[in-house]
């Protein structure tokens, strides 16, 4: 099972910002499409920003676009999810995910695996 490590959340105001971290310590992430995924209180879960392991642009969700940015630290094996001008409505907990890149599905991509880690909460007041 892989395991990916989630950090970097917590409590912002709107209009703040964050940066999320996902490492991995028994696998290189940069041989992997890694997805961020969030599920807010009674909603389902829905992918964030999706990153391929190959020239393929990241791909975001709508409500996201232009605010958030998925990257990778190639050097530190993390990968990265920057959010500015946070809002109230993108408070949830965040996860990390290995995926399958898929342009036709919202976010553009959908887990490899049903096993959900922890995640990271991140909270944003008005």
């Known amino acids: 099972q892989v395991q990916l490590v989630e950090s970097g959340g917590g409590l912002v105001h709107a209009g703040g910002s964050l940066r999320l971290s996902c490492a991995a310590d028994?696998?290189?992430?940069?041989?992997?499409?890694i997805g961020w995924f969030r599920q807010a209180p009674g909603k389902e879960r829905e992918a964030v920003a999706c990153?391929?392991?190959?020239?393929?642009?990241?791909t975001y969700l709508d409500s996201v676009k232009g605010r958030f940015t998925i990257s990778r630290t190639l050097a530190k094996n993390t990968v990265h999810l920057l959010m500015n001008s946070l809002k109230p409505e993108d408070t949830a907990v965040y996860y990390c995910?290995?995926?399958?890149?898929?342009?036709?599905?919202?976010?553009?991509?959908?887990?490899?695996?049903?096993?959900w880690g922890q995640g990271t909460q991140v909270t944003v007041s008005a």
């Open positions: 995910k290995t995926v399958h890149i898929d342009p036709d599905v919202s976010g553009g991509c959908y887990p490899r695996t049903d096993y």
């Open positions: 990153i391929s392991n190959s020239e393929r642009s990241p």
């Open positions: 028994q696998f290189t992430l940069a041989s992997y499409p």
